[in-house]
């Protein structure tokens, strides 16, 4: 029980700390429309223009020869940095008068409060990335702006039918169906397979499809125990938000909406839980809390779990230091294959308000030229995160290295193909900000997991909690 107790505070730290956060314009102040008519309390979803500028952001007709200064703020480290600054240059000599600034925050947390004390000290970035349940929050403070008047521009204008529809989807669930976002370093998740033990135990790896989790049943009877090509465990998740968020959408139940309402107290959502909670105590299923670890790739190249769920952008950690057994990488497992779901992550990248029309545009093409189809591709084969455009993934460079990779990028080729997979049904969470935001809701989930894996409580005591943490009950 003091395992679950330590559960319950973390999360109650975590609704303390967002809680705290509030904007000039949250839901208790009244919003000036005619000052602020790109706010997202001005706009009527019925009188929003769909397929065209709806005119609340000015672009320039050309960009003006003054030297001008954006400033972006993302969360990259070294490798990925360099990456970005090589584009960076290459944008730079493609607008001269142009510089930009790009620093790394540190992490998506950092990022977001970083920017929430720079909304409340008028210092903002021009551009930056981040998860649509920061771009809500942003929103309640008229932080950043539509872009609809730039995608739908005859000059400067971009074809969202190239973009991938649940990416546009995603960073169109706002008020008014406008695009405060655009779509970045997308990833989803991947099962990273253990091949050397499958094969020792005479079993064939799968990886062109997803493995259910009836599948997963028979491999653990065979992979799970105390022998030398045995695991402790079958599968590890890394994620338990994740696994919660996306397996409630495989069992059709509740999690939340766009409304911010806290749904988990249904039916369905209980039985998958139950179901999952069967599966930890059969050793099929795990939590990187069984190690105390918040990954569990270490202990899977340390063969104490045969498969493991993570990000496509950290294949990396899941490659064996010395090559002591081989692996392959496949699409997520799905309880069943008639209601498919896989994950939508990674961040969008978004303008600020407190910009000139000058350093808008600037930002605009900036943001144009990163997700261009060879830039997305690039950025995609040296990351292993994902395209953002179809013709990213349809550019020979990209087919290429789906089907014939440099022996130095297989991992992140195997990595690809398997979230090419998934790509007509990746799903994304709804975003929503206020006294609960679609983050703590998220937090929590991933709290209920590791409640009903230590086992100190049922699956609705554990739902119960949510609920209460929440403010929901």
């Not at 030398?228 to 059709?252: K, T």
């Not at 290429?400 to 007509?424: C, G, K």
Request: some cysteine; aromatic content about 12%.
């Amino acid at each position: 029980m003091k395992k679950f107790i330590l559960l319950v505070l973390l999360g109650s730290l975590a609704l303390t700390l967002t809680g705290c956060v509030s904007f000039s314009g949250s839901d208790d102040s009244d919003i000036d429309c005619d000052k602020y008519p790109s706010h997202v309390k001005c706009i009527d979803e019925n009188e929003t223009p769909t397929g065209e500028a709806p005119g609340l952001v000015d672009v320039l007709d050309e960009l003006p020869d003054e030297e001008i200064t954006i400033t972006f703020w993302h969360v990259y480290g070294d490798s990925k940095g360099a990456l970005l600054q090589n584009y960076i240059e290459e944008f730079e000599a493609l607008y001269p008068n142009v510089t930009v600034e790009a620093t790394s925050q540190g992490s998506y947390d950092d990022l977001r409060n970083k920017t929430i004390l720079s909304i409340s000290a008028g210092s903002t970035p021009t551009l930056l990335v981040g998860y649509p349940d920061h771009v809500a929050g942003y929103l309640n403070g008229n932080a950043v702006i539509p872009l609809d008047d730039f995608i739908y521009d005859e000059t400067f204008g971009v074809d969202l039918d190239d973009f991938i529809d649940s990416y546009v989807e995603e960073n169109a669930q706002y008020q008014g169906g406008l695009m405060y976002s655009m779509p970045y370093s997308k990833s989803t998740e991947m099962v990273v397979i253990n091949q050397t033990k499958f094969e020792a135990n005479g079993l064939t790896v799968k990886t062109d499809a997803p493995y259910t989790w009836e599948e997963l049943d028979a491999l653990a009877d065979v992979l799970v125990g105390p022998g030398p090509n045995q695991c402790e465990y079958l599968i590890n998740y890394d994620s338990g938000s994740n696994f919660f968020i996306n397996s409630v959408r495989q069992w059709q139940g509740g999690y939340t909406n766009s409304d911010g309402e806290i749904l988990v107290d249904d039916p369905n959502t209980i039985d998958m839980l139950e179901y999952a909670k069967q599966r930890f105590e059969n050793k099929t299923f795990s939590l990187p809390i069984a190690w105390n670890q918040q990954y569990g790739s270490a202990n899977f190249k340390e063969g104490d779990v045969c498969m493991t769920v993570g990000s496509t952008a950290g294949i990396s950690y899941n490659i064996p230091t010395n090559n002591e057994f081989e692996i392959a990488v496949g699409p997520t497992p799905q309880y069943d294959l008639d209601s498919k779901s896989a994950v939508q992550q990674g961040p969008n990248i978004a303008i600020m308000s407190d910009t000139t029309d000058a350093e808008r545009l600037a930002a605009w093409l900036f943001i144009t030229y990163v997700t261009e189809a060879e830039q997305t591709a690039k950025w995609s084969m040296l990351t292993g995160y994902l395209p953002v455009r179809y013709s990213g993934y349809n550019s020979d460079v990209y087919q290429e290295f789906l089907t014939n990779p440099d022996p130095d990028y297989i991992y992140e080729s195997m990595t690809a193909n398997a979230a090419y997979l998934q790509v007509d049904y990746y799903e994304y969470d709804p975003a929503f900000a206020g006294r609960t935001t679609s983050s703590d809701a998220r937090v929590q989930a991933g709290i209920v997991m590791d409640a009903i894996f230590s086992g100190d409580v049922s699956v609705q005591e554990a739902v119960d909690d949510m609920l209460y943490q929440l403010g929901a009950n």
